[in-house]
C-alpha cells in the first residue's frame, strides 16, 4: 500500500479545493512532495501540467489578482506558497453555478503545507501576510494574453475580506473593471 502525501478537502464550493501535502522533517530540515499526479487526480487535478510559473511579492500586505483565461485557455491552477504565507483567494466565475461570483479564501503557507486547487473557471489572487512571499503555480494550460482576463480586486461588490491594509498593488491589477463593468450572465464560458 502506498503512503499518501496528500490530504485533499472539499470547500464551499464546488470543485475548489484544499490541499495539504505532507512535511516530514528531521533535525536536518524536511522533505515535502509538492506534486503527484496519481494522489492529485483524486482530487480533479488530472490534466497534463503545461506550465509552471513562480511569483516573489517583496511586501507584506500586497495583493495580486484577480486574474483568469477565458476559454479555449481556461485553466486548472494547482497555487502553492514554498516561502511567508498568503491569504490565497478564489472567485467563482462559472455560468450557472449555485456559487457564482462567491469566493473562498485559504491561508497558504511553508509551514502549513497547505495549497489551494483552482478549477477552470475561477478568478485568482492573493495577498501577502508576511515580507518576501514566493509561490508556485502548475498550470494545465499555457498563458495567452488574448485570453486573459482579471476583476478588480478592491471591487465591493466582490466582498473579499484582504485581512491587511493594501500595501503595494500594480497599477494593471487596480485598473482590472470591477463586476459593474462587466456584461453578465458567466464571465467564463
Request: one cysteine or more.
Amino acid at each position: 500500500m502506498r503512503e499518501r502525501r496528500f490530504t485533499v478537502a472539499e470547500t464551499p464550493i464546488d470543485g475548489l479545493m484544499r490541499v495539504t501535502r505532507s512535511i516530514i522533517g528531521d533535525h536536518r530540515g524536511f522533505l515535502s512532495r509538492l506534486y503527484c499526479s496519481d494522489e492529485l487526480a483524486e482530487a480533479g487535478f488530472d490534466a497534463p501540467i503545461k506550465q509552471i510559473n513562480q511569483t516573489l511579492t517583496r511586501a507584506k500586505g500586497a495583493i495580486r489578482g484577480m486574474h483568469f483565461q477565458f476559454s479555449p485557455h481556461a485553466e486548472d491552477k494547482f497555487v502553492s506558497c514554498i516561502r511567508g504565507e498568503v491569504l490565497d483567494v478564489a472567485v467563482d466565475l462559472r455560468s450557472g453555478s449555485p456559487t457564482f461570483l462567491q469566493g473562498h479564501a485559504e491561508p497558504l503557507s511553508a509551514e502549513n503545507g497547505a495549497s489551494l486547487f483552482i478549477p477552470k473557471g475561477f478568478a485568482h489572487g492573493f495577498q501577502t501576510l508576511t515580507k518576501d512571499c514566493e509561490l508556485l503555480y502548475f498550470h494545465t494550460a499555457s498563458y495567452s494574453k488574448e485570453a486573459e482576463g482579471a476583476l478588480n480586486p478592491l471591487d465591493p461588490a466582490l466582498a473579499i475580506a484582504w485581512p491587511l491594509p493594501v500595501t503595494d498593488m500594480s497599477v494593471r491589477d487596480r485598473a482590472h473593471p470591477h463586476l459593474a463593468d462587466i456584461h453578465f450572465p458567466g464571465i467564463v464560458l
